[in-house]
């Protein structure tokens, strides 16, 4: 989640992937994996988290299989993204009269709420203001939690509010593009809607997320530290007039959309299987069981390469001595020619 790479590596996203991936491991395990267990082992001390995952009937995880990257998983594993989601509801009247007035479309702006757009830097505010003002055709709404920064005063295409419906803001037709932190529940909602985005990741599995939509091509990720005028302008320009965008976001909506069965069905229907069967077994890979070192066959790449380098050595001694011999057979014919 820490990692910045796609599944397209270079040999130098390899090893900065291969690095991240113990950090995160260890990271989860010490932040996150060892508060869990020390609250539940007061009530059940042997309790091992590892262990009650994986001896688990099955393993939800919040993200979707046509957005996240291709992965070599068990079938345990069951997909559940877009729990939750409710139908869009018709805007309020402020909201229509938005869309009805601006010419080109609206644009949508927030950072869901882990991050409060009022306590940004003032440089970075006024460079998402500057930007908003170079597209006078277009109305963007802002997630801004502080009504009294009236912080739109002199923007006159620029809408906030403490909270926005944006359920019901991505359904409309003349949404344009998302700006967006990058948050799973964000990142679900605009692709299901088939909304193009700008991903600007704070922090935590943000920069995945962001980089899962990059892959799929319906977003284009800034890094914060980058957040300039010019910058979010470029960005602005490129996600509403290259339509590649508008179209990949389209194609992946109808995909998630269109699976046999919605996540409240598959979260109902495995929970049902679990409790009448329980975990038997028949889902668990043998690697559940294994030493990283045999995990990866690292045993049986040593054994090979032990082996190879025998032979190689065996053939050098035997290719020298037969050199030798031959040596020592041309150098007495020599002496027998002389004498």
Not at 137 to 163: C, H, M, R, S
Not at 232 to 241: D, Q
Not at 260 to 287: C, H, I, N, S
Not at 318 to 330: A, D, E, F, G, P
């Amino acid at each position: 989640m820490l990692s910045k790479s796609t599944d397209e590596m270079t040999f130098r996203e390899r090893i900065s992937n291969f690095v991240y991936y113990f950090i995160e491991k260890l990271l989860m395990g010490q932040m996150s994996t060892k508060g869990i267990e020390e609250v539940i082992q007061k009530q059940f001390p042997d309790f091992n988290l590892e262990d009650a995952i994986s001896d688990s009937a099955f393993f939800y995880i919040n993200t979707d299989e046509h957005i996240d990257y291709p992965q070599a998983i068990t079938h345990k594993v069951i997909f559940i993204a877009g729990l939750g989601k409710v139908q869009a509801q018709p805007l309020e009247k402020e909201y229509i009269d938005i869309f009805d007035s601006a010419k080109k479309g609206v644009i949508l702006l927030s950072f869901g709420s882990g991050v409060q757009s009022f306590q940004m830097k003032s440089e970075m505010k006024k460079a998402f203001l500057e930007a908003f003002l170079e597209f006078p055709e277009i109305k963007f709404l802002w997630k801004y939690e502080k009504d009294e920064d009236q912080i739109a005063k002199g923007y006159p295409n620029v809408f906030t509010g403490k909270w926005l419906p944006q359920n019901d803001i991505l359904d409309h037709p003349k949404l344009l593009a998302f700006i967006s932190h990058g948050g799973m529940n964000s990142v679900m909602e605009g692709s299901t809607k088939g909304v193009p985005m700008i991903c600007i990741p704070m922090f935590a599995d943000q920069t995945h997320n962001s980089m899962l939509l990059v892959r799929r091509g319906t977003a284009m990720k800034l890094d914060k530290s980058e957040i300039t005028k010019e910058n979010l302008v470029a960005a602005i320009k490129e996600i509403i007039t290259n339509q590649k965008y508008s179209q990949n976001a389209k194609m992946l909506s109808k995909m998630v959309n269109a699976k046999p069965t919605t996540a409240a069905e598959r979260v109902v229907k495995y929970a049902e299987f679990a409790a009448q069967f329980g975990d038997t077994g028949t889902l668990t890979t043998q690697g559940r069981y294994q030493s990283f070192w045999v995990l990866y066959s690292f045993d049986v790449i040593v054994f090979l390469i032990t082996v190879i380098v025998l032979i190689i050595g065996l053939l050098i001694f035997i290719v020298k001595k037969l050199l030798n011999l031959l040596k020592q057979k041309i150098s007495k014919n020599s002496v027998k020619k002389l004498n």
